[in-house]
């Protein structure tokens, strides 16, 4: 799973701005880049202020991206090559936004192709990451794998960070397709992949046959981080996950997020 994250830089022109986690999601066998609202924004997406002390607004998004090579005796190295990717064509927004809330679900897809020769896996592929549909439920054990405080788990592999369910994930929270999870996270995380994981006796939500039962550990990908649900001494513990199915709603809908620009 260390290989789904990928930690992006925001800059305007040739300015960094700041440090995020997008991934990659695969649905209907096309490919999309999946990063947070305020991430290719810049701005505060309650307040749509803009989060940089400079009020700078990114254009374009840095993605170190993961190749392989093969070398002798069957052995392959990877090397991490830098990639541009400019959030704007003809002065228009590349990335798709919620259809219903917009920017109140604060997450966006964007269309990607080309990285079948790379090492990134989607993070929702069930056979390589040996996902399954295990039942979601309060105080189950989640990880945020992410690049805390621009921080990685050497070379650009991300930080774990252990969390759980908080909140009942059959519920919308403020009408929203979010839930929350217990964790203390910090800076650079937003955008970040989060997975569930069940220990023991496990029957998938897709099966029905007794057979079907699992026994040791399983994991499930739920949704993408946002950040903290605010900044007191509580609060700071609450994080955000927009739920998969948002992800699968914008990608669903094609439809073309606001210009921060104009905003």
């Known amino acids: 799973m260390s290989w789904v994250p ?24 096309k490919t999309y880049l999946v990063t947070n609202w305020h991430n290719v924004t810049g701005r505060n997406p309650q307040t749509l202020q803009p989060l940089s002390k400079h009020l700078s607004i990114p254009n374009s998004i840095i993605l170190p991206i993961p190749f392989s090579h093969k070398i002798e005796n069957g052995f392959e190295s990877v090397n991490w090559k830098s990639k541009g990717l ?14 219903t809330h917009g920017h ?15 090492k990134l896996i989607a993070s929702n592929d069930k056979e390589t990451l040996g996902l399954e549909l295990i039942p979601i439920r309060p105080s189950l054990d989640t990880f945020v794998l992410g690049y805390p405080l621009g921080m990685s788990g050497g070379a650009n592999f991300p930080i774990w960070k252990r969390a759980s369910i908080a909140t009942e994930p059959n519920i919308d929270l403020d009408g929203l397709p979010k839930l929350l999870i217990d964790t203390a996270t910090r800076e650079g995380m937003s955008g ?4 569930a994981q069940a220990t023991g006796y496990i029957m998938p939500e897709d099966k029905t046959d007794p057979k079907d039962f699992m026994i040791g550990e399983a994991r499930r990908f739920i949704g993408i981080y946002s950040g903290r649900l605010g900044s007191d001494t509580f609060q700071a ?20 997020g606001k210009s921060s620009f104009e905003i």
Do not use: C
């Open 104 to 118: 109140d679900v604060d997450v966006i897809v964007i269309p990607l192709g080309g990285i079948e020769d790379t």
């Open 192 to 195: 970040s992949p989060v997975y």
């Open 237 to 256: 513990q609450l994080g955000i996950v927009w739920k998969e199915s948002a992800i699968i709603e914008i990608i669903e809908s094609k439809i073309i």
């Open 86 to 99: 400019e959030l704007y064509e003809n002065d228009k927004p590349i990335w798709f936004e919620h259809p």
């Open 6 to 29: 990928i930690r992006i830089e925001m800059q305007f022109n040739e300015t960094k701005l700041s440090v995020g986690t997008a991934f990659i999601y695969e649905h209907q066998n």
